[in-house]
């Protein structure tokens, strides 16, 4: 139990157009999700808290109007990487706490995301 | 701000060797949880203890606590080659929210056969 998928697992896009990461829970109900981004040999950096039917709260310093982010239901959660850059390059990993009500949270594959 | 700091960043041992990784952090925590990830992929949940816990088992893994330095570490008895990978300490804090996690830098484990 406790899956979390990511699609797509990686995907190469041109500077300037804008790249959809879908995260779904497949075997519960998420609440909250959460998107992280990291880069090589680094470590996971939190970019923003996406709550269902509500806005999502992002960190310091995450621009919320290049990363967009849809919670539209409690299994699917969004993250829109608009106008990408190069910069934007990294790996984008999503996980779900389960509403049942424990500490954990259950982490996607993660996403490659290569802009040229 | 980054809340755990893993040391040592890197670890390469024999398997059958044990191995332990610590983390460090800065502030008061609700638990703190080491998960693993392989190489480019996600991220597995090893273990989780709570702020109240000194100590806890799993396996092979074992988990000591200590919120009056501030440190935990990961103790991976008998490893073997499947065990290579990175280790993250990760810690939620009530300042946070007792749902936010904050990740250290990560240790990368090396079991040679």
């Known amino acids: 139990g406790a899956v979390v998928s990511q699609h797509p697992s990686w995907v190469i896009c041109k500077s300037g157009t804008s790249v959809k990461i879908e995260c779904r829970s497949l075997?519960?109900?998420?609440?909250?999700m959460f998107w992280y981004r990291q880069f090589p040999k680094q470590s996971l950096m939190l970019m923003a808290t996406?709550?269902?039917?509500?806005?999502?709260?992002?960190e310091q310093g995450v621009e919320k109007d290049k990363f967009l982010i849809n919670h539209a239901s409690l299994t699917l959660s969004t993250l829109t990487v608009t106008s990408a850059h190069p910069e934007d390059s990294s790996f984008y990993i999503c996980?779900?706490?389960?509403?049942?009500?424990?500490?954990?949270?259950?982490f996607g594959p993660g996403t490659r995301l290569t802009v040229t | 701000s980054q809340q755990g700091e893993e040391d040592p960043q890197a670890l390469s041992i024999q398997e059958g060797e044990n191995a332990t990784m610590n983390c460090s952090y800065k502030?008061?925590?609700?638990?703190l949880q080491w998960y693993r990830q392989n190489s480019g992929r996600g991220l597995v949940h090893l273990i989780l203890?709570?702020?109240?816990?000194r100590e806890k088992h799993s396996g092979r893994l074992r988990v000591t606590l200590d919120t009056s330095k501030k440190s935990s570490s990961l103790l991976i008895t008998a490893s073997r080659a499947a065990d290579t990978a990175s280790y993250f300490c990760?810690?939620?804090?009530?300042?946070?929210?007792?749902?936010?996690?904050?990740f250290g830098k990560g240790t990368k484990l090396t079991v040679n056969p």
């Open positions: 996406s709550n269902e039917g509500s806005k999502a709260t992002y």
């Open positions: 990760a810690t939620a804090s009530p300042q946070g929210g007792s749902e936010k996690l904050v």
């Open positions: 996980s779900a706490r389960d509403q049942r009500g424990t500490y954990e949270q259950y």
């Open positions: 502030t008061s925590i609700n638990n």
């Open positions: 203890i709570r702020s109240n816990e």
């Open positions: 075997d519960f109900q998420a609440t909250t």
